[in-house]
């Protein structure tokens, strides 16, 4: 199969870690493709009341929409397929699925438990508790230059939020290790850096008050089109009660 595209950074899964992290390496610049599957464990979820932000809990299905959109927001592309196998080259990685091979120079895994495309790769550890996770460092690095583990799949405790945060942690370590100018992913208020003669730091932004309120106009129109009606999709459960292939969660 031929080469058939390239990213900076291939996050492979789309949950709340695969998401969280491509928020942050798209808004920082490197092109960034989501390869998922689908179906985020999330989706089974009945009413997500723990997800900081939600006092009243959101549908966990729309939570993910809003993800997404706020990845497209990013420039982040998406792409539904599954991954067969990730390989280590000189220059990264090649990615691949059934119809298409990608290289990247940095991939993120964040598929829960699915660990097989990660098979045979020389420095990774895979663990296997009945479940099987990826052997990380403290900031999500494997033992592969430039190949991470997220979410779950990084032993991270079975909570959306942890998750969440852990995609964005790790996203930030490999900005870090990409070695361009980061500082923080932050907006702030016009001079809040400028006007105490610091320059303005990379990953940061001044908005004025007229650009501040345009944005805060675009949110809330934004959540008001997400929030109008009842979320769409139906209530996903355990598949061995859809007489699917049982598993354990
Ligand atoms: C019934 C239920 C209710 C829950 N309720 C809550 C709750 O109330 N509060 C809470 O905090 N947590 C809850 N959770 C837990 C929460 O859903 C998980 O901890 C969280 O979703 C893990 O995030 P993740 O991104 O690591 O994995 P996931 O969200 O599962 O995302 C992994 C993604 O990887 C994709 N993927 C897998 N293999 C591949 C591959 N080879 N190629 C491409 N993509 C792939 C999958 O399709 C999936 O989209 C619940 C879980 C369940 C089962």
């Known amino acids: 199969m031929n080469e058939t595209g390239s990213a900076d950074v291939v996050v ?8 969280s992290a491509a928020v942050f390496t798209a808004r920082h610049d490197l092109d960034t493709l989501v390869v998922d599957a689908g179906g985020s464990i999330l989706r089974r979820n009945a009413h997500l009341e723990n997800f900081p932000g939600f006092p009243a809990g959101i549908n966990a299905r729309l939570l993910l929409d809003l993800l997404r959109e706020q990845i497209d927001r990013a420039g982040c592309e ?5 991954v067969t196998q990730v390989s280590p080259t000189d220059e990264g990685f090649i990615v691949e699925t059934a119809d298409e091979r990608i290289t990247s120079q940095y991939v993120i895994a964040a598929t829960k438990n699915e660990v097989g495309y990660l098979a045979g790769i020389d420095g990774v550890g895979i663990i296997d508790r009945g479940k099987t996770f990826v052997d990380v460092d403290d900031r999500g690095r494997t033992g592969v230059k430039g190949l991470y583990a997220a979410g779950r799949v990084a032993q991270k405790p079975h909570q959306a939020i942890v998750c969440a945060g852990h995609g964005a942690e790790v996203a930030v370590t490999l900005l870090e290790d990409n070695e361009s100018p980061f500082y923080h992913d932050w907006v702030t208020p016009d001079g809040y850096f400028t006007d105490r003669e610091r320059d303005l730091p990379p990953g940061c932004e001044e908005i004025d008050d007229s650009e501040r309120q345009q944005r805060e106009a675009d949110s809330r129109g934004l959540l008001q089109k997400y929030l109008a009606e009842p979320h769409p999709d139906d ?14 969660n």
Do not use: F, I, R
């Open 78 to 82: 998406q792409l539904s397929a599954a």
């Open 12 to 19: 492979v899964g789309g949950g709340v870690a695969g998401l």
């Open 235 to 248: 209530q996903e459960t355990h598949p061995s009660l859809d007489g699917e292939t049982p598993t354990n």
